[in-house]
């Protein structure tokens, strides 16, 4: 049965570096970090897993996670992490159309591709990129990126390759509540510099935020 599940955030990525051109081993070592677990002799990204203040938390089902999520957000908590590629309720929720949708790995996938790829706009640098897809504050950075490259070294295949983009696509989910303010999901919108798939409202400049505790960390 894991092992079935284990295999769900890698075809995602898969399907989501297709889509968007990032390359797919930036993808699978980014859901390797994020939301890497051991289960018996083997290593892979969980799709069912949620970051609450800090502490990870691997459920057996997407039903499981969600009402968890679900009673995180009754809690009065909005700051909590979801699916393989680990977004952020309360920076990222409204671009996605429900709670159920972050759950989605490839709704998930598509939209951590889709940030990564504005981030690598901003350095050329993939490396640099995934440093900022968690925090912008450079030691958290250069923490997270440290374990990027475990990662990306045990999956082996020589260095990142630099792909081509192709046109943008509607890759990320359709904003259904609240007022839309990421600037690629209105018609005509103009791109912020920080990535066009980042919130206009003040934020702290990762998709994340400064997380300084994680407990799901691979390796």
């Not at 699978?28 to 892979?44: H, N, Q």
């Not at 490259?149 to 082996?156: E, K, M, P, Q």
Request: overall charge positive; some cysteine; hydrophobic content about 40%.
């Amino acid at each position: 049965m894991t092992g079935g599940v284990q295999t769900v955030c890698e075809t995602a990525a898969r399907r989501a570096s297709s889509m968007t051109g990032v390359p797919l081993k930036v993808l699978l070592a980014v859901s390797l970090t994020e939301s890497g677990r051991k289960t018996g002799a083997t290593f892979g990204a969980w799709p069912w897993t949620l970051n609450i203040a800090g502490k990870g938390a691997f459920f057996d089902s997407k039903s499981a996670a969600l009402a968890r999520a679900h009673a995180t957000l009754a809690g009065g908590e909005r700051s909590f992490d979801l699916g393989c590629f680990q977004i952020n309720y309360r920076w990222h929720g409204e671009a996605f159309g429900a709670l159920s949708d972050m759950l989605d790995p490839d709704l998930n996938a598509q939209y951590a591709a889709r940030f990564l790829r504005d981030l690598f706009a901003e350095s050329g640098d993939w490396s640099v990129a995934v440093g900022h897809y968690h925090s912008r504050t450079p030691q958290y950075a250069n923490r997270y990126r440290k374990i990027f490259h475990r990662h990306l070294a045990n999956l082996g295949g020589g260095p990142i390759p630099v792909q081509s983009f192709p046109p943008a696509t509607a890759v990320a989910p359709t904003v259904t509540r609240g007022p839309n303010r990421f600037p690629l999901l209105q018609p005509g919108g103009a791109p912020v510099s920080m990535g066009s798939l980042v919130p206009t409202r003040p934020n702290t400049g990762s998709l994340f935020g400064d997380r300084t505790s994680r407990s799901m960390w691979g390796g």
